[in-house]
């Protein structure tokens, strides 16, 4: 055997993981799901200004899906595969905890629906990952109307608020 074909078949051997067509799809339809989910829900959050946007919702979607993809297509046992589940919700939520600032001036907290939405984005990720194609798009779509429908809702109520605030007398 040549060295030339010892290197093709080393390199075909390699993408054994993606050897048939049915099992190149399902991957290629999850990790692509995850991409897209991921991105709507960034989207939204990139709009807004939010300290994580676009890419890093994809990325998280995307990661999360892998994350469970690989273990399930190697054929890790369920209880293999709850351990990356675990492992991947903790350190999530270590990824999210960096979204959260507070403000020293103020003592305001900064970044809690943006780490809740990095959070959530890992579950929808896991979700296409494990091909949950129905969870994921109605998890999805339940996000997109708590970030863009109860902001409308809660801007409404904070205007209020401050409106209530400006018209009270204080006691001094």
């Known amino acids: 055997m040549s ?3 010892t290197i093709l078949s080393t390199v075909q051997a390699e993408f054994s993981d993606l050897a048939d067509v049915e099992r190149t799809t ?3 339809w999850r990790l692509g799901e995850a991409l897209v989910l991921g991105a ?3 989207w939204d959050r990139e709009r807004r200004d939010a300290e994580a ?3 890093t919702h994809m990325l998280v979607s995307l990661g999360a899906a892998l994350f469970v993809l690989v273990p399930l297509e190697a054929g890790m046992n369920d209880e293999q595969l709850s351990r990356v589940v675990q492992g ?3 350190g999530i939520g270590f990824l999210g905890a960096g979204a959260v600032l507070k403000d ?3 003592g305001r907290i900064h970044g809690l629906t943006t780490a809740a939405t990095i959070w959530a984005t890992a579950a929808v990720g896991m979700a296409a990952g494990l091909g949950q194609t129905g969870t994921a798009l109605l998890a999805t779509l339940f996000m997109l109307v708590v970030l863009v429908w109860l902001r409308r809702s809660a ?3 904070h205007r209020a608020r401050d409106v209530q605030a400006r018209h009270t007398p204080h006691d001094t």
Do not use: D, H, N
């Open 104 to 106: 020293q001036e103020e």
């Open 155 to 157: 801007r409404t109520r």
């Open 3 to 5: 060295v030339l074909s």
């Open 40 to 42: 709507l829900i960034g």
């Open 53 to 55: 946007g676009l890419r």
């Open 26 to 28: 399902r991957v290629v």
């Open 88 to 90: 991947l919700v903790s």
